[in-house]
């Protein structure tokens, strides 16, 4: 626009406005109220502004005028204008100081890279998700009204039902589907139960090392972190009857002790069970990948023997994958109505149709043959993995290949410098955790947490390969430094 | 299977059990093994109970005998049998007591019954689920790899857009996406930021009367609860302030005061946020209902004019249905990372499928389009409602109609004696909340909220009849009773 034309106009300040009236909002009126409101809370329309008359304002628009007319009694109702009498509408003199719409400032939100050795990743078929795409498709098309309202904090009792049923068949665990609660993860299932069980400064048990999320969860609510160290039949629970015998929890990962990958043994189960009745405690055992197992049978679950102290977390994030944010978690009968009062000031309950949707799909037999698809899979990538490093990594890396899980274990030697994990991880161009990160007050040896299951096999060995050379480059340069 | 069968094979204890294999579970040995697991946890095989020999077993279940072998050694490694050389396999002699699966013990899992005037409830078009269902299918079938891992703790950027899009068209409210939180409902997104911004025996106002819900997650979050009253212009602010000043936050309705109806004034807004400035406290602004309104246009949300100290939150549960889950935070940008962070600790993120499934209908349209069309049934609904009451209940009944959202308040004369309500509500039948379940302190006539929005027009007509004559019935007997 030309600076004369500006300055011959120069009185009818709103027209110089970028005055955009947003057609996707319904209504004439409706558009010109939003515009003028947004310009005047931000500050383009000063407070004590006149603003044009409706007819002038009208023609400059292209709007009616009854829009304008109604446009400035919505922004009389909100406080946003004020008239004076016989002159007209001003912009109101006391209004908020203006808003812009910001981002979040400097906000590191962190989505794991789909590098190996991310945890957390996982194969999925697409025809596995072709099914699950039609089941949903059909769940929502044919919900019947009362599935849309509110439902039972603990979840659909047909996913409550199939989940009861795998767990009898493949876990050991026989539990009645109202003792179930469908949650969204295992974190999810942690913090629901410790709300409701524990009070805050209450004393837990915590595998060291052990699980780096669930440590961050237990933290976040007040508990009180006991550290107990574990050892080749995982937690050692005489040393936690040291630390302290009268904590109200423990939380352990018994079917493949995270990271080291230890199974708990059968005397270390019932030590703990026995003491977790002596302390009237609970005990959370998070069964995270006990899918996937792959050699021999599976270990029954804590739950399977002691499941009046037992509260069992399990996870689709790993039979499946973990953004369709399903979980659940078995509580004792006599639990149940507290987790269940808990829920209602959390999450209240899980959303309908992924649970009926995912329920189709375990009757069907189709979440059973995924996971014996996948478990040759999987352990294809373990011993790709575990190959590369013994071939490429001999000397440098000790390994714990687990007979079950997602993950495996390789360990620098006794003598490795400080930080040499850090920087040979970085060196190798690989994700992964350390073990350090899953220590709490054990010492030892660093060590990578190497996680398999998201990966092409060849891709997996390829990391492998860059890891045992870089732990070669790092440690030889350490020891020659010396 | 006659005595004298029974009797002559005493010996062999294991074949009068019921043994029964589940084919579900792939292999024999497995089969096996579960079976002769739960009969050894479950007692039916006594501790010290030699199991007959390999052979012996698997002629009786007909399997073959490696199965056997195999199973008896997977009970060993669970510690559940032990070997006595030269003897065969014994159950093993320390054993946990057994287990059996119990229902949870008087559950009164309370899902909202769906009578009028019930709460929480809506009317949806089978053509909405119809191309939700669609989208849905859509979604998941074309699900990339990285859409099924850990995802961003805020949801979809997808929804989170449209949320903005809509937002800013039709509250006033204008934030980037970053600032946006997906959440499963609004108790769930004020759990959430009240664990991240507050610290226990933090004070917050609560209006009185108030939000039930919110109350009740606000009580279990170890906030200390200060109840402010409400008047014809919403929460009184200089009540608030000699109550307690230094409060950190205060929980706000100001679109549709729940229950009272009332619309904050701008007065009060501009006072309330004034006071959030000088305590550097926190404004919780429930706007759960604005999308419903009837007469006028919606006013500005407080986020729109105080976003710095305002955490909006939205929910889809009232524009679609609740049990789709899915509602939203907005957040002042300096405070996202702080109530992403406290994410982790709880749901981590929301599940993937569902958010863009809803972010593809409204991105077309869709669920504009739904709202266009709901809002003259629930206008239709709500005048139904008032007419049937005013006409069968003058006298006994004083309403509050409000122009927007999916409730009304009727309440009771001052006169009125105590439980009346109660009383009332039993004998018309009805399903609702009570004014007195939703106050705190504040005192006077009782009345009833009732939610017209999922149910038929001609039903709540006959429900508010048969409140109206009830409460004639009940108020007449109590005074001819005086």
Redesign the interface.
Known sequence: MPKSATTSRRRNVVLALPIRL?R???GQ??QV??AL??AI??GLLAPGLRLPSSRGLAEQLGVRRNAIV??Y??LL????VEPRHGAGTYV?A???AP???????????R??A?RPFAL???L?D?SL??R???A??????Q?A??????????GSLHLRTQV??YL???R?V???P??ILI???T??GL?LCI?ALLA?GDAVWFEDPGYV?SR??L????AKLVPVPVDGEGIVVSAGESADRKARAAYVTPSHQFPTGVAM???R??AL?DWARRADAYIFEDDYDSEYRFA??P??ALA?????RVIYLGTFGKTL??????GYVV?P??L??RV?G?R???????????QDALADLMAD?VI?AHM?RMRPRYRQARDAVAEALARHGRDVLQLAAPSQGLHLLATLPPGAPKGAARLIRDRAGVECRLLSDARIVQRGPDGFILGYS?FATRDLANAARELARAAKEVLSAASRGR
Do not use: W
């Open positions: 947003d996707a909002i319904r009126s409706q109220h939003a409101r947004s809370v931000d109604a446009a009694e919505a109702s909100d406080g946003l109101a006391e209004l908020p808003q812009a719409a910001a981002p979040a400032a400097d906000l590191d939100i989505i794991p789909r957390g990743v996982t999925v697409p998700l072709k699950l795409a039609a949903s498709r059909r769940r929502i098309a919900a009204p009362d599935e849309l309202g509110y439902g039972d904090p603990r009861a049923h009898a068949a493949n050991g026989r539990c009645d109202s003792c949650v969204s993860g974190q999810h913090r709300d805050p999320a961050h969860t933290g976040t609510t007040g043994s059968m005397a189960r019932i069970l021999g049978p270990l029954t399977g023997i002691g499941a009046e994958f973990a953004g369709l944010r399903l509580v009968p006599a149940v109505a269940v808990a209602a000031a959390q999450d209240r309950f899980p959303p309908v149709f992924m037999g059973s014996r998201g």
